[in-house]
């Protein structure tokens, strides 16, 4: 069994497009989160949701509307797609206090605007 | 802001030798996390170490924080090429909601 799943797998779009992400964890976990990794390997954090409320939005553009209808779901739009955004996408769900944190990443979503 | 550095960027050897990758913080580490990420996949945690000093060993790897929590080592004895891949240190940030803040990573590959 998938415990964080995402979908789709790759993501391949022209510039000004609107799409979307979904990402779905069945482990239960309070806290889920959307990570971007751009082309070289950074990993940095975008959005997270504990209990489908907005706990962490870092400095992102608002063509990102992260969207969470229950805590096991976490979607994201992006509007008006732009080269830039072209990165792999990855959720992520958690649960466990800072020093035993167990942070669950799922297989990425690889978006390239064109 | 807090910048974590993760020497050396690129690592290449043959199957049996050891290796040692380094994270270094700008600051002190809240609880510092060591993942593994192969080609296509998400990362996956290997370790999470919290006092300073603090030894965890997972079969052939040994994890080192430092005394002062600014720096931590990764040690892998006899590499096997099923240990290729990215590794990835990160902060854990001491929130109970886990914003991790990475290092750029460190790219082994074991030949055969």
């Known amino acids: 069994d998938t415990a964080v799943s995402q979908t789709p797998k790759y993501l391949v779009t022209q510039m000004g497009n609107d799409k979307s992400i979904k990402c779905e964890q069945n482990l239960g976990h309070d806290t889920m989160y959307w990570y971007k990794q751009d082309s070289k390997k950074f990993l940095k954090i975008m959005f997270s949701y504990n209990n489908k409320e907005l706990i962490i939005n870092e400095t992102v553009p608002n063509r990102f509307s992260p969207k969470s209808p229950d805590k096991a779901h976490l979607n994201l739009h992006i509007n008006s797609l732009e080269l830039g955004d072209s990165a792999v996408y990855f959720c992520a769900s958690s649960q466990g206090t800072p020093s035993h944190n167990i942070m669950v990443f799922g297989p990425g979503t690889r978006l390239t605007v064109l | ?112």
């Open chain 2, 1 to 112: 802001t807090q910048l974590l550095e993760q020497s050396p960027q690129f690592l290449s050897i043959q199957e049996g030798e050891n290796l040692t990758v380094y994270c270094n913080s700008s600051s002190v580490f809240s609880s510092l996390q060591w993942y593994r990420q192969e080609p296509g996949e998400g990362p996956v945690l290997l370790v999470t170490v919290v006092t300073g000093g603090e030894v965890k060993k997972l079969k052939r790897l040994t994890f080192q924080f430092g005394d002062a929590r600014k720096d931590s080592s990764l040690h892998i004895t006899a590499a096997q090429t099923g240990d290729t891949g990215l590794y990835l240190c990160a902060d854990a940030g001491g929130t109970s909601y886990g914003k991790l803040t990475f290092g750029q990573g460190t790219i082994l590959t074991v030949h055969p």
